[in-house]
């Protein structure tokens, strides 16, 4: 298994302004993800950073909005830039270890933005 | 466009009962299916996962069913207790070099009633 912490776990936000939500992992990974859960829905990928190169952004979600940094194998942040009240959402930061039969997904707990 | 469609948005059982959450597929190269129970505050956690080979999966009192000629995969919750009264997500992966990305359908909110 993996132990994903993120911080902040919640927070409310002024518009216009931005957040960077951190996770930490307890070992070493090679790759990590960026979920969005907007309320009562599904999970959204929002991006996936790897170690030492730009993050690979998914359709509808670019980097001036989402600016990603991966500085080491077990740490990442997620910048939410000049938000809006449409950004409020849960984001959740994931990682993949191989399992049994394969390739297991491990959330952290997740940051709960509401911006007003 | 969704390529996991899951079924019902709601359920609610009657403690003792089986839940029943049903998921469709479209993309033929998935080959690994978890399923992840989500509390309210907490992120999603890998309940239990089945590949294509197999029909059938158990693990306590939760089995996935698989059928690939429909794609299509249930996860059966046998003995419902009020504290597996959750959201669960199916998913679905296609497990080759480079492939990353788990799919998710869109939840099912589950309540247990005493």
């Known amino acids: 298994s993996a132990v994903i912490s993120q911080k902040p776990s919640r927070d409310i936000c002024q518009r216009g302004t931005s957040l960077t939500i951190q996770c930490q992992v307890d070992s070493q990974v090679t790759m990590m993800f960026w979920y969005r859960q907007q309320p009562g829905q599904s999970l959204t990928l929002i991006a996936t950073a790897n170690q030492g190169s730009e993050a690979t952004y998914e359709s509808g979600f670019v980097i001036d909005k989402f600016p990603i940094s991966r500085p080491n194998l077990t740490f990442s942040t997620l910048t939410v830039s000049n938000m809006s009240p449409e950004d409020s959402s849960i984001y959740l930061c994931s990682v993949s270890r191989g399992g049994v039969i394969g390739t297991e997904a491990f959330f952290g707990q997740g940051t709960r933005l509401t911006v007003v | 466009q969704q390529q996991v469609k899951q079924s019902p948005q709601s359920l609610i059982v009657q403690k003792g009962g089986i839940s029943i959450i049903n998921c469709a597929y479209e993309n033929t190269a998935f080959d690994y299916f978890p399923w992840y129970q989500q509390f309210p505050g907490k992120g999603p956690a890998l309940l239990i996962a089945i590949r294509p080979d197999v029909s059938e999966k158990k693990e306590g009192r939760f089995t996935i069913s698989f059928n690939k000629s429909a794609k299509q995969f249930s996860l059966h919750i046998m003995d419902s207790q009020p504290g597996d009264s959750a959201t669960y997500f199916c998913?679905?992966?296609?497990?080759?070099?480079?492939?990353?990305?788990?799919?998710f359908g869109k939840g099912t909110k589950l309540s247990v009633i005493p």
């Open positions: 998913a679905a992966k296609y497990s080759g070099a480079g492939s990353y990305q788990l799919t």
